[in-house]
């Protein structure tokens, strides 16, 4: 028998280098939710200044959306948080949707 993952265990995010927040696995529906949980966690703190999303296997409209909000609200906490490296699969999906300059 194949084990399954959750949601939860389908993305990790993590601050283990100075100045970044890291992302991996899948941004999706299923993993969304969490995800922002954790971001803004991350990013509340004020220390953290960089997204490196090159961890990133798959994401969809509602992973993006994530990412948006939560680099929408590091900006309104006055953190200007920059994006590193995100997947070739998002970048079109946020041109797609008419997003990319926000992942400044």
Known sequence: MAATKSAKDAFRV???????VSVSGELNFDTAANALVALQAAFGRGDRHQLDLSAVTTCDSAGLACVLAALAEADRSGHR???RHMPEGMRSLALVCGVEPLLH
């Open 14 to 20: 993590a601050s283990d280098t100075p100045d970044t």
């Open 81 to 83: 948080v920059t994006t």
